[in-house]
C-alpha cells in the first residue's frame, strides 16, 4: 500500500500541470481472489460526461495495482493547477479502523500490516483532494458485502475516514457512482441537494449549502423570452427572504423554479441564526482574512482543524466556544467587533508567547554553557562525547564537534556518511509541491519544520532528523526512501 502510492507521488508531482479541473476514476469489479463486485467499474461510463465538463480524466477499471500506476501518476500531475479535483473509488475496500484501502484486483491476504502496492490509499487521496478546498469531491462506492477473508484487526468498508476540511465525500452503492459522476458533471447541478433528494447517497465531510462542481448560470435553464416567472424568479432571489419566496410560490406554483423556491424557504425557516450568517457575510471576508482569522483562534487556544480560508466544522465549533468565553451568543457567525476583539486577543498572547520564549530560551542557554564548562571547555575527547550527548545542537555543537573530529579521526567517515545521505535524498527528485506536502506532514506529526514553504532550511533538516529518530530510522536529517514512505503513511496522533 505505501509503496503503492509513494511511487504515485514521486513520479506524478515531477510532471508538469496539464488541466484546470482533473478527476480520477478507479473501479473493480472482478477480483482474482475475492467475489465480484456488480457494477463497481460502471463508473467509466461517467467518463465522457466528465470531460465534456473540461475535467482532465483518468480511469482504471479491473487492474492491478501496478497497472493503475499510470492513471494515478497523471492524476496528481495534474492536481497543483485544478481547481476542481474529484475522485471516484469503486469496488472492494477494507480498513483497520483509522485508514482505509480500495483492493485492487490482484489483491489478495489482506492484513493489518498492507498488501504490498495492490491497493490505494483512500487517505492519501483525500490528503491530495485538500489541495482544493471548497471544490474537493470524492465519490465511494463501497461493497456492503463480507466474505470473511480479511486479517484480524481489519473489517470490510472505509471505517471512520478522518475526513480534511474542504473535502466532501458521498457514499453510495456501487453501480451508482456514475450517475452520481454524471450529476455532478451537470452544468450548475447541486450535490447536496441531489443527496438530500436520494435515499442510497449520504455526504460526510465539508457539506456547504450547496456544492457545485459544473458552475452555470444563477438558478435553472432560462425559460423562453416573455415568460413573467424568470422576472419573478429573480426578483426572489435578489431579496433573500421567506416572503419573497411565498410570494412566488403562490403566483407560481407550477412553475420550474418551484422546487427550488421551496428548497430556499424551508432553509430559512429552518436556520435559526440566519440573520448571524448574512451578517458574516457582507464583511465579504477572503480566504486570507479567513485564513487570519483561523490563526489567532488557534494562537488563543480553539482548535480550528486547520488553517485553510475554509470555515468549516472545526472553525465554527472554535468560533462559538470562543463566543462563549468572551459573553457572546453562540451563534458561530462572527461581526466585525469579533473580528477585531480575536484579533487584539492574539496579539496579546503572541507577545506573552514571545516573551516566555525568550526567558525560556536564556535558561536553556545558561543551562547549556553550565555544562558546557563541566565538560568540552575541558578539552578532551570524554568531554567533548558528554557535552554532544546531551546537547547535541546546543550552543558549542559545532566546536565540540569540529574537536572531536580532530582528536578521534572521524570527520572524513561524518563527511561520507553526510554526502551519501544527501545523494539519497537527490535521487528522490523532490520538487517544490512535494516538499511542501513532506514539511506540512512533519507539522502535523508534532516536528516544527518552521515555515511550509518548499525549502528545506536548518528547521526542516532538524524536523527530519527528529521524525526518523522517533520512527528508529537512520537519523540523517535527509530523506532517504525509507522516511519518505514512511512519513506519506503515518497517521496523524
Known amino acids: 500500500m505505501r509503496r503503492l502510492f509513494l511511487s504515485t507521488a514521486l513520479s506524478a508531482l515531477a510532471l508538469p500541470a496539464m488541466a484546470e479541473d482533473a478527476a480520477l476514476l478507479l473501479g473493480v469489479e472482478r477480483y482474482q481472489e475475492f467475489r465480484r463486485v456488480s457494477g463497481a467499474d460502471d463508473l467509466a461510463r461517467a467518463e465522457d460526461d466528465l470531460r465534456d465538463a473540461g475535467y482532465a480524466v483518468e480511469v482504471a477499471t479491473n487492474e492491478s495495482g501496478r497497472d493503475m500506476l499510470p492513471e494515478l501518476n497523471r492524476f496528481v500531475a495534474e492536481v497543483a493547477d485544478a481547481d476542481r479535483l474529484i475522485v471516484a473509488l469503486s469496488g472492494r475496500f477494507y480498513s483497520d479502523g483509522d485508514r482505509a484501502w480500495l483492493m485492487a484486483s490482484d489483491a489478495r491476504d489482506p ?135 411565498r410570494d412566488f410560490l ?31 457575510e457582507s464583511l465579504n471576508l477572503n480566504r486570507n482574512a479567513r485564513r487570519a482569522i483561523q490563526r489567532n483562534l ?74 558546557w564548562e563541566e565538560t568540552g571547555a575541558r578539552g578532551d575527547i570524554a568531554g567533548y562525547r558528554a557535552y554532544l550527548e546531551r546537547y547535541p545542537e546546543g550552543a558549542f555543537a559545532e566546536e565540540a564537534t569540529q574537536k572531536l573530529n580532530e582528536l578521534t579521526g572521524r570527520d572524513r567517515e561524518e563527511d561520507q556518511r553526510v554526502e551519501d545521505a544527501q545523494e539519497q535524498e537527490r535521487r528522490l527528485n523532490v520538487n517544490p ?16 519544520p518552521g515555515n511550509v514553504d518548499g525549502r528545506f532550511d536548518r528547521d526542516t533538516r532538524r524536523a527530519i532528523a527528529r521524525y526518523q529518530t522517533s ?5 540523517t536529517g535527509y530523506l532517504s526512501e525509507p522516511t519518505l514512505a514512511r512519513l506519506l503513511a503515518d497517521t496523524f496522533r
Open 298 to 371: 488557534t494562537l488563543l487556544g480553539y482548535n480550528t482543524r486547520g488553517v485553510d480560508g475554509i470555515f468549516g466544522p472545526g472553525s465554527r465549533n472554535a468560533i462559538r466556544n470562543w463566543q462563549q468565553t468572551n459573553g457572546f451568543q453562540q451563534t458561530s457567525f462572527l461581526t466585525r467587533e469579533q473580528i477585531d476583539r480575536i484579533d487584539a486577543q492574539a496579539r496579546r498572547r503572541a507577545a506573552e508567547i514571545e516573551a516566555e520564549e525568550e526567558r525560556e530560551r536564556e535558561e536553556a542557554l545558561r543551562l547549556d554553557r553550565a555544562y
Open 250 to 280: 403562490f403566483q407560481y406554483p407550477d412553475s420550474p423554479y418551484a422546487a427550488e423556491a421551496r428548497r430556499k424557504l424551508d432553509e430559512i425557516e429552518n436556520d435559526p441564526v440566519r440573520l448571524d450568517r448574512l451578517s458574516e
Open 471 to 475: 520512527r528508529n530510522l537512520p537519523s
Open 111 to 245: 492484513s493489518l500490516f498492507g498488501m504490498g502496492d495492490t491497493a490505494v490509499s483512500v487517505d492519501s487521496l483525500m490528503h491530495v483532494l485538500a489541495q482544493t478546498p471548497g471544490q474537493a469531491l470524492l465519490v465511494l462506492g463501497i461493497d456492503e458485502g463480507d466474505d470473511g477473508s480479511l486479517g484480524q484487526g481489519l473489517s470490510q468498508g472505509v471505517g471512520r475516514l478522518d475526513i480534511p476540511q474542504g473535502v466532501s465525500v458521498i457514499v453510495s452503492a456501487p453501480g451508482s457512482v456514475d450517475d452520481v459522476l454524471t450529476e455532478a458533471a451537470r452544468d450548475g447541478a447541486d450535490l447536496v441537494a441531489y443527496v438530500d433528494d436520494s435515499r442510497r447517497l449520504r455526504m460526510e465531510g465539508f457539506r456547504p449549502a450547496s456544492l457545485v462542481m459544473q458552475p452555470d448560470a444563477d438558478g435553472p435553464a432560462p425559460r423562453p423570452a416573455g415568460d413573467p416567472t424568470v422576472a419573478a424568479w429573480r426578483d426572489a432571489q435578489t431579496q433573500d427572504t421567506a416572503d419573497s419566496y
Open 433 to 448: 509541491i512535494l516538499a511542501r506536502l513532506i514539511e506540512s506532514r512533519l507539522a502535523q506529526l508534532g516536528f516544527n
